[in-house]
Each structure stands twice: as structure tokens, then as C-alpha cells.
């Protein structure tokens, strides 16, 4: 299965914060987009919901 990844939309060439997610069945992945090989974060759905508004709250 290929992953389509997304890349906040805070995120920049030259900014330290690159952050990519994706969506697969039950799964929400994250990764840091300087890094496609490494690490990735798996959350739930559930806990992926839970975690959007600490998330955002800088956004505000």
C-alpha cells in the first residue's frame, strides 16, 4: 500500500518543524518530512482526534 503523505501546511525548506502525515486503515502515521526513512509515529484514529486540538492551539 503506498501512503499518500501530507505536509503541514507550517512547515517550510528551511524551518526545523517538517511534520508529514498519512492515513492508513486504522492507523494514523507521522513523520518528520527531513526524514521520510525514519521514524514514524502510529496513533489511532481515536487518539489522533484527541491530540488535534493541542495540536492547533498554537495555530490560534
Same mark, same amino acid.
Given at each position: ?11 517550510? *525548506?528551511?524551518? @526545523? =518543524?517538517?511534520?508529514?502525515? #498519512?492515513?492508513? !486503515?486504522? &492507523?494514523?502515521?507521522?513523520?518528520? *518530512?527531513?526524514? @521520510? =526513512?525514519?521514524?514514524?509515529? #502510529?496513533?489511532? !484514529?481515536? &487518539? ?13
Amino acid at each position: 500500500m503506498k501512503l499518500e503523505w501530507i505536509k503541514s501546511s507550517y512547515s517550510t *525548506s528551511s524551518g @526545523p =518543524d517538517c511534520v508529514e502525515v #498519512a492515513a492508513a !486503515p486504522g &492507523t494514523i502515521l507521522v513523520r518528520d *518530512s527531513k526524514d @521520510p =526513512d525514519g521514524p514514524r509515529l #502510529a496513533l489511532t !484514529p481515536t &487518539t489522533w482526534t484527541a491530540f488535534l486540538p493541542y495540536a492547533t492551539a498554537s495555530r490560534r
